[in-house]
Structures are given as C-alpha cells and as structure tokens.
Nanobody, 123 residues
Framework: QVYLVESGGGSVQAGGSLRLSCEAS????????MAWFRQAPGKPRERVVT???????TYANSVKDRFTISRDNDKPTLYLEMNNLKPEDSAMYYC?????????????????WGQGTQVAVSS
C-alpha cells in the first residue's frame, strides 16, 4: 500500500523560507518520478517541480532559482526547500509519485497523491 504525507507548510512573510517534506511508504528512487504540485483557490493545480529516477529535477519557471527539490539518502522522503517566497506562491502544496520513469511531467502521469500542506505568504 502506497501513501504520501506532506508536512512543513505554514504562514510566512514575503522573502521568507519554508521546507516541505513528503514521507512515502515506499521508495520511488530509481523506480519512478516524484513531484510537487500546488493549487491556489480558484486556480487549477499546477506543477511546481518534478524529479526523475536519476535525481534530475524539472522546475516551473515561476519557482526556478528559488525552490530546490531533493531526496533523502536513507529514507523514502522528498523535500522542497522554498526560498524568497512571494505572495503568489500561496497555495496548497501536494506531493505526488508514480512508478513510470519517463514522461512524468504532467498531473495525469501521477497515480499517488498526498493530502496537501498549506503555504501562505503575506506581503
């Protein structure tokens, strides 16, 4: 049984930082892709960043150079370090995973989802 549990969300001032975590029940490293998506009220869910089985990330332009995705070396946990946060980053952030190793850039590519963690950035 696969589950994903996010944590680390909160409320911060613009320019601040947060570090999100996603604990998985199984390893996806070398087996599939993982990703962070986000959804703001009234807007569709959008891809923030994906990471392939080889550890190569693909970032959305809106977060490039500010966010960093990484995997824990010893446990099935995914992280998202968010720096220089902006009000437009405010959203529910979701962790996602799939066992496919290619073509995993779209929402429909992901089978497993967490419940989300809220991020609020004030001006």
């Amino acid at each position: 049984q696969v589950y994903l549990v996010e944590s680390g969300g909160g409320s911060v001032q613009a320019g601040g930082s947060l570090r999100l975590s996603c604990e998985a029940s199984v390893y996806f490293d070398s087996r599939g892709c993982m990703a962070w998506f986000r959804q703001a009220p009234g807007k569709p869910r959008e891809r923030v960043v994906t990471i392939d089985p080889y550890g190569t990330p693909t970032y959305a332009n809106s977060v490039k150079d500010r966010f960093t995705i990484s995997r824990d070396n010893d446990k099935p946990t995914l992280y998202l370090e968010m720096n220089n946060l902006k009000p437009e980053d405010s959203a529910m952030y979701y962790c996602a995973a799939t066992f496919r190793s290619v073509g995993c850039l779209d929402r429909d590519d992901y089978k497993y989802w967490g419940q989300g963690t809220q991020v609020a950035v004030s001006s």
